[in-house]
């Protein structure tokens, strides 16, 4: 499968990179062309989009999505892809999916550490201190949204690639779905 990691210079590419290789993925720079778009995250809402708004590469996530293409979020990239962020005073993102991200009010902030997902049962990587709000949420842990989903477009707040053998089995799944 050919997928495009939107590098928007996010902290985290390589290792979504790497994560992406050892699975078979075959990377591209073309976003639009790819099989997959991945849009990782670690960093500030407002760079992120702003970026994303330079290289053109929100008209290309919004067109893969409108087009039925898959769209994969990581973290950031999942609280991108929502309407709206709280993050750095409020950002408009990309409205690929219903809802807001939310500063946490409760609980260690940044919230960091391994965390089992609901329904999917397996642990994974969390580090953010926003929380997504949305009726797409599909999986939660700790009372937190965890995984959204709406059309094409599938964000995770975990990390994947920094999630061992259940966020390879999870990245696996999203390049080989069925």
């Keep these: 499968m050919r997928v495009a990691i939107c590098d928007y210079g ?14 078979g993925a ?9 099989d997959l778009a ?3 995250g670690v960093g500030s809402a407002r760079s992120a989009m702003s970026a994303l708004r330079e290289q053109g590469l929100d008209a290309v996530l919004r067109k893969r999505v ?14 991108l892809a929502l309407e709206e962020t709280e993050e750095d005073g409020g950002v408009r993102g990309l409205g690929l999916l219903p809802g807001r991200a939310a500063r946490l009010r ?3 902030v940044p919230r960091m550490g391994w965390s089992r997902v ?9 580090a ?5 709000e949305t009726p797409a949420a599909t999986a939660y842990a700790e009372g937190i949204v965890a995984e959204a989903r709406s059309g094409s477009f599938v964000g995770v707040q975990f990390h994947p690639e920094k999630s061992g053998a259940a966020g390879a089995r999870y990245l696996e799944r999203c390049l080989f779905p069925g």
């Design 10 to 23: 996010a902290g985290n590419v390589r290792s979504v990179s790497t994560a992406l290789r050892r699975l």
């Design 26 to 34: 075959q990377l591209v720079d073309d976003a639009e062309a790819a």
């Design 38 to 40: 991945v849009l990782p």
């Design 66 to 79: 409108a087009e039925r293409r898959p769209v994969l979020g990581i973290c950031l990239g999942l609280q």
């Design 106 to 108: 409760s609980g260690r």
């Design 118 to 126: 609901e329904p999917i049962g397996d642990a994974f990587y969390f």
């Design 128 to 132: 953010h201190s926003y929380a997504v």
